[in-house]
């Protein structure tokens, strides 16, 4: 019998109609790469999410992401060395399966920190997903003792399905540490630590408050970190864009980081955000060992980057075995200027789909990324977005109705309104099974 993969009972319907490879044996474990992991109710990764796996786009020859990858690690090897070594070490083959402690505990992460919902991550498990971002390694390498290194990656997220979003893509994470030698090596006088903080018994959490800096470290050393994190990153993306770029630092949060910005460029009219980054909080760094050094860290999106860089529309591209597309990337040196140009737009089919919700359930408490998860897994790569079209309350019976768009379009072919019109009714059908719902 085929089994269930996910507490709800979509999946036992769907695993029943399609023939994926990874359907699990039985129903207490799902199984990845010839591993077997133990289900439970957090247990929401789909079997189309798991075709994704080991992909490694990023370490593709020709594929666009892993040319940005490889100017970007250029650019670091470049910029920094010793003794004309590069000092970075890059880590671009970590399995993207992670401890719920690395992608959150580790990072300061609040146990009800929105970012750790099952709305939001592909978990296998109550204590390991896929990580939801690359930042999940930095413990575990700093522990290893290192102090400047790159993790490059897959990374996973439950999201909206539109042309810049995909609920696979990847990142480059980094860390740069320094010591009060390296840091403040012509300025022997200045600290990194303000006198009253003893690094050998950091607090467990420090005083954030100050939108400046964290309390254990001096202005001196923040400022002077801030200016090297921004004319470090600025000098990476003027590396990819040119010179004339233009960019904005927004002031930003992240748990792991204080005080933190993003950075965003001017792209097709719009600022799009690029990257986040700011001053390692110390209760990281001292729990996994350097107590007396200061860090940045950015973690930055490598699509956004390709998409603009190379005029790429859509991020479904990115995944394209056609060779139309890989072509245009192919045998091509890294730093060479490339426009993509479209091998041609198939036309769309679009298809509403309207469903009254059941009696306990409003437009704010429907799952919609549990709804967009599934009509991928039947539509699969050719659902090109699902947009919220209309939602209103029946004036007597109080029931919730929603109407979506589901947008359908190949990227290597025309799609007929035949067999669109079949996968549509599949989709309402499993959307009926599952949540309880009344197609209207
Ligand atoms: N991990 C953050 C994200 O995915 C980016 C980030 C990395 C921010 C490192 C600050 C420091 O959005």
């Known amino acids: 019998m085929v089994k269930l993969i996910r507490s709800n009972n979509v999946y036992i319907t769907l695993l029943h109609r399609c023939k994926y490879s990874t359907v699990p044996k039985s129903i207490s474990t799902i199984h990845i790469n010839g591993k077997d992991f133990k289900s439970d109710d957090y247990s929401n ?6 075709t994704y ?9 020709g594929n666009p992401l892993s040319m940005v990858r490889q100017r970007i690690v ?18 671009d083959n970590l399995s993207p399966i992670v401890t719920v402690k690395q992608n959150f505990d580790d990072l300061l992460i609040p146990l009800h920190h929105p970012s750790r919902a099952k709305q939001d991550c592909y978990y296998i498990n109550k ?11 930095q413990s ?9 290194f790159l993790m490059i990656g897959d990374v996973y997220r439950r999201d909206e399905i539109d042309s810049t979003h995909f609920p696979v893509f990847h990142q480059v ?3 740069r540490s320094q010591r009060k030698e390296e840091l403040f090596n012509s300025n022997p006088d200045l600290e990194i630590f303000e006198p009253s903080f003893d690094t050998k018994k950091p607090k467990v959490l420090n005083d954030i408050t100050d939108s400046s800096k964290q309390s254990c470290h001096t202005l001196e050393a923040t400022k002077l970190m801030e200016t090297q994190l921004k004319s470090h990153l600025i000098g990476l993306i003027q590396a990819l864009f040119g010179k004339d770029i233009k960019y904005r630092w927004v002031d930003a949060y992240f748990p792991f980081t204080h005080p933190s910005w993003e950075l965003e460029i001017f792209y097709e009219n719009k600022w799009m955000e690029v990257l986040g980054c700011g001053i390692v909080r110390n209760e990281i760094l001292a729990a996994a060992g350097p107590n007396n050094s200061i860090a940045y860290a950015f973690g930055l999106g490598l699509e956004r980057l390709a998409m603009a860089l190379y005029n790429i529309p859509d991020i479904r591209l990115m995944w394209s075995k056609d060779s139309g597309f890989l072509n245009q990337f ?7 200027k490339i426009t993509y140009k479209p091998i041609s737009l198939y036309p769309q089919c679009v298809n509403d789909i309207s469903f009254w919700l059941p009696n306990d359930l409003t437009i704010d408490t429907f799952m919609s990324n549990d709804f967009y998860d599934l009509v991928r897994d039947i539509g699969g790569d050719i659902i090109e977005q699902v947009k919220l079209k209309d939602k209103f309350v029946h004036p007597k019976t109080k029931k919730h109705s929603v109407c979506y768009s589901i947008v359908y379009r ?7 309104q035949f067999e669109v019109n079949k996968i549509h009714k599949e989709i309402e059908k499993a959307v009926t099974d599952s949540y309880n719902v009344v197609i209207r």
């Open 74 to 91: 250029n650019y670091f090897y470049k910029s920094f060395t010793h003794r004309g070594n590069p000092i970075f070490s890059i880590y």
């Open 410 to 416: 190949h990227l290597e072919r025309t799609l007929t």
């Open 53 to 61: 796996l080991g992909r490694n786009l990023h370490l593709q020859k």
């Open 45 to 50: 990764i789909t079997p189309k999410i798991l």
């Open 127 to 137: 204590d390991l997903l896929f990580r939801a971002h690359m930042t999940a390694h």
């Open 173 to 175: 994470d980094a860390v």
């Open 140 to 148: 575990e390498l700093l522990r290893a003792g290192l102090n400047n």
């Open 330 to 336: 192919a045998n091509k040196d890294v730093d060479a």
